[in-house]
């Protein structure tokens, strides 16, 4: 389960900052993490708790034209 409360501020019409906190569970206890692919992380599963972690997130996207926008993202996990 993944609750991402986000804000959002438009700098100027080309240049957007997202800031957001995402706070994360385990349908069930018992399950393991999961990264792409869900390829399971070692040592997660069977855990005695739901919890598994929270994040912190900054972005920013810069509408270059209508065929470029790139993005700079920073994800900082805290377990």
């Not at 409360?5 to 997202?18: A, H």
């Not at 040592?43 to 034209?65: F, I, K």
Request: charge should be positive; hydrophobic fraction near 45%; proline fraction near 5%.
């Amino acid at each position: 389960m993944h609750v991402k409360p986000s804000i959002t501020f438009k700098v100027s019409p080309k240049v957007t900052l997202i800031t957001a906190r995402g706070f994360q569970w385990h349908a069930i206890a018992a399950d393991a993490i999961y990264s792409q692919g869900m390829a399971l992380v070692p040592g997660t599963e069977g855990e005695r708790t739901r919890w598994t972690g929270m994040y912190g997130q900054v972005r920013a996207d810069w509408l270059v034209s209508s065929n470029v926008a790139p993005a700079l993202e920073a994800v900082r996990t805290r377990t």
